[in-house]
């Protein structure tokens, strides 16, 4: 799974589009050690593509393991624009991988030393894989519990309607009540499915709603993989006796693989220890940093502090403008054309969202600092529309943007959102 | 609860949200009108009915403009170079009503380039039309012909009429001179004549196209559309010019139709009137209004959620608003930029308020992405 995402990201050029021909990149705070190693890039994609190959095979499994956790993460800390809610899941679970015994049987590991090979392994194992499965759905459904999705249909309401052209389907698109119903059945979903799922008497029925809930969203959104990542992370939650039919099955086309075994996998005691503390600390922090927006004042969507890392998906419609002027102390002035340092997806992502104006503002007066400007000033023009409201500045255009710091503290200088959306 | 009991619970729940929906008081209206949602029925409309007649309209011009060349070229003298004149006007006042139609077939052959990228460089035609066979294709080439060299070769030559004619019919260049102003009106005819067949063939695919995505004939159409207004309307008739985009340090000499100089207000107002025109679904066959980005936007039911404002009218106000602070100034907008820079700023202020709304309230309305890259501050 992970290996064709690399491919198809290789394939369609995205690397060099992404990570090597943008003059500035966005990394996150914290992480601005971690950025693009121009051509070397592609070794860092390679790394990521042979470490999944290795753990899909099962070979060297856990130095495979580390070494996608690390290099997958890597490529997602080099630019915040690519953020994606499922890539920090596929990391949060490579990171899993690295201790949980996932090698133990149908692995070229197992096939080589079989004194490894166990046919059932801890439940807390796939347990813990289950419940961040489960917070990943939650956290979905929870941040859907506001008036604009519930009351308002938005944005269902905006982007439904764009796919009136589908067949069969196309025309109930544009109807009201099945945007309505669409909110509502997604986030009655994201709500409960983790329970419809661990039950097993709804088991097979609600793996039937993960399979056809992420199908129609994959044909309706431009998501790329998530729909797809979901589907096959959801078979988790079948019995170990499911998988190890579903084993013996692919056993039958690779016949030297192991595929059952009487040994019950166990750690040794202190690892084990050691382990069950770590996921606590991890599962700690999972619960809690969701909720980090409850510490900023202003509306969450408007100010997106504390919006990342916290499982909300295709939760607004917002698009922006930006446009910014750099001035210095001699009276110097210019309109900056962002076309020169950023990619179009850069910028659009960059219009919206306060933090990513700031660090490029940021840029900008280095950049122009460099060039002679005598303490360059930098103020941005901004026009942010979000869920059918109309635009309006997300910055006071009177804003010196040079002189503000990127912190975790509320950022007093996005202007407040003249609305209020009720709920999470 | 078992399957049954969630599946009841489930629809029960649709069922009340879509009633609450229905008499909701604030935001939510009624249904979105279906018709005027129909992507094929307004691509339909906007070819068939807009840019097609649009062309077909711009073509009589052209044509008599290219009449008018020969007839100069065959004889030239005052009477038939102020005829031409005309006719030069003419057809660039109706340019201005089809340059916006930068999708298919015009965007492939970028019909623009070869009509209208000014200002015109003047020592470039001169080099050209002593060259022996100059290639108009080359991006170099395209402010060496279009309107704006016509302007050049017909207004700029001279300091005065007597001054200017001499240049056809006494001076050494003469002979090249005129054969480089037959040759820039063929390339218009040529260009405009491979983009109207070119219409003819694609015509079929271009409203079967119906998505949204960027490949797709609308996104191509609202694209284009802004960006003419972005680039070539805001920037490059006003904002340019005016200074406005760069540093406070006006250029009036890259007005449009500068070495004609009081013909640059009229340009800019048609070229607004017609963007407004095309908003409003205005055929150019019958002239009243048809299906549009108005009433696409109407029936996606696009309105402030806060306020409940029809985004429509907002965008017809604002670019209104534009109009109205263009309407008062000088004929020559040359002259106003150097009497009275502030005006023509206050013209580019407003524009850029249509940009916005265009580029961020309507696109974000219509799912529709802005995937040209502007270059603003160029």
């Known amino acids: 799974m992970l290996l064709a995402s690399v491919v198809r990201f290789w394939t369609k050029g995205w690397i060099d589009e992404l990570y090597i021909r943008p003059a500035f990149f966005f990394p996150y705070y914290g992480f601005g050690f971690v950025h693009p190693l121009g051509e070397a890039t592609y070794a860092v994609f390679a790394v990521c593509g042979l470490c999944a190959l290795l753990v899909m095979i099962g070979l060297w499994y856990r130095w495979a393991a580390a070494g996608l956790f690390l290099s997958f993460t890597y490529i997602e800390l080099m630019d915040k624009t690519t953020y994606l809610n499922h890539y920090y899941f596929v990391s949060l679970v490579c990171l899993m991988l690295i201790f949980l015994p996932a090698n133990v049987l149908f692995s070229v590991d197992a096939w080589r030393k079989p004194s490894l090979r166990a046919g059932r392994i801890p439940y807390w194992t796939t347990g813990s894989v289950r419940l961040l499965v489960a917070l990943l759905y939650v956290f979905a459904g929870i941040a859907k519990l506001n008036s604009d999705w519930l009351l308002e249909a938005l944005p269902l309401r905006i982007w439904l309607p764009a796919r009136n052209d589908m067949p069969v389907i196309g025309p109930l698109l544009e109807k009201r009540w099945v945007a309505y119903a669409f909110s509502w059945i997604g986030c009655l979903y994201d709500l409960t499915i983790p329970l419809w799922l661990l039950l097993p008497r709804t088991r097979v029925w609600a793996y039937a709603m993960v399979v056809v809930f992420h199908v129609l969203t994959a044909l309706l959104f431009p998501i790329g993989m998530f729909p797809y990542v979901m589907i096959v992370t959801a078979l988790i939650f079948f019995s170990g006796e499911w998988h190890g039919r579903l084993l013996a099955r692919l056993g039958r086309l690779v016949p030297a693989m192991p595929v059952r075994s009487a040994t019950v996998y166990a750690y040794r005691p202190a690892a084990e220890k050691v382990l069950k503390a770590g996921l606590l600390v991890f599962f700690v922090f999972q619960f809690l940093f969701p909720f980090r927006y409850l510490l900023y004042p202003g509306e969450l969507f408007w100010t997106e502090e504390g919006y990342r890392f916290s499982w909300r998906v295709m939760l607004m419609e917002k698009a922006g403008y930006a446009q910014f002027t750099v001035q210095d102390t001699t009276g110097r002035k210019i309109i900056v054309n962002n076309t020169l340092f950023l990619t179009p997806l850069q910028e659009k992502m960059m219009s919206t969202q306060p933090d990513m104006l700031l660090q490029y503002a940021h840029f900008l007066r280095d950049h122009f600092a460099g060039k002679g400007f005598r303490q360059p000033s930098v103020y941005v023009d901004s026009y942010v529309a979000l869920n059918g409201r109309f635009g309006r500045p997300l910055v006071a255009p009177d804003t010196d943007l040079a002189r503000e710091r990127d912190t975790f503290l509320p950022k007093s200088w996005i202007t407040p959102f003249d609305d209020t959306i009720y709920g999470f | 609860m078992n399957r049954f009991s969630l599946f009841l619970a489930l629809t029960g729940l649709v069922f009340m949200t879509a009633c609450s929906g229905d008499k909701g008081s604030n935001g939510p209206g009624?249904?979105?009108d279906q018709g005027a949602t129909n992507r094929k029925a307004l691509l339909t409309y906007t070819v068939d009915d807009i840019i097609l007649p649009g062309y077909a309209a711009f073509k009589v011009k052209l044509d008599t403009l290219t009449a008018r060349t020969n007839a100069f070229a065959a004889k030239p003298d005052a009477d038939k170079l102020a005829t031409l004149r005309q006719g030069w006007a003419d057809a660039y006042v109706e340019w201005q009503k089809v340059e916006l139609f930068d999708v298919g077939p015009a965007n492939t052959q970028t019909l623009r380039y070869y009509f209208n990228i000014y200002p015109a460089n003047a020592t470039g035609i001169e080099d050209n039309l002593k060259a022996d066979n100059p290639n108009l294709d080359l991006p170099n080439s395209y402010p060496r012909q279009g309107f704006p060299a016509l302007d050049y070769l017909l207004n700029g030559v001279g300091a005065n009429d007597a001054a200017i004619l001499g240049k056809y019919t006494k001076d050494e260049n003469a002979a090249q001179r005129i054969a480089y102003l037959k040759k820039v009106v063929s390339k218009m005819n040529l260009m405009l004549g491979l983009v109207i067949s070119e219409w003819g063939n694609s015509r079929d695919k271009f409203v079967n196209c119906t998505g949204l995505d960027a490949g797709c004939s609308t996104s191509q159409l609202v694209n284009g559309y802004v960006l003419h207004y972005e680039r070539y309307i805001r920037s490059g008739?006003?904002?340019?010019?005016?200074?406005?985009?760069?540093?406070?340090?006006?250029?009036?000499?890259k007005v449009e139709g500068f070495y004609k100089k009081d013909l640059s207000k009229l340009l800019a107002q048609t070229a607004q009137q017609a963007f407004v025109d095309f908003f409003n679904g205005k055929s150019r066959r019958t002239g009243s209004e048809g299906l549009s980005l108005k009433s696409y936007l109407n029936g996606l039911n696009a309105k402030d959620s806060k306020t409940g404002e029809l985004l429509t009218t907002a965008i017809l106000n604002q670019l209104d608003a534009?109009?109205?602070?263009?309407?008062?100034?000088?004929?020559?907008?040359?002259?106003?930029?150097?009497?009275?820079?502030?005006?023509?700023?206050?013209?580019?202020?407003?524009?850029?308020?249509?940009?916005?709304?265009?580029?961020?309230?309507?696109?974000?309305?219509?799912?529709?992405?802005?995937?040209?890259?502007?270059?603003d501050g160029d």
């Open chain 2, 30 to 32: 009624p249904d979105p």
């Open chain 2, 322 to 375: 534009a109009a109205k602070k263009l309407q008062p100034l000088k004929a020559s907008l040359y002259d106003e930029i150097n009497t009275n820079k502030a005006a023509v700023v206050d013209v580019y202020t407003e524009m850029q308020k249509v940009v916005r709304m265009l580029k961020v309230d309507m696109t974000t309305a219509m799912s529709i992405t802005i995937t040209y890259t502007d270059n």
């Open chain 2, 237 to 253: 008739k006003i904002g340019i010019p005016s200074g406005a985009m760069t540093n406070g340090v006006a250029a009036p000499e």
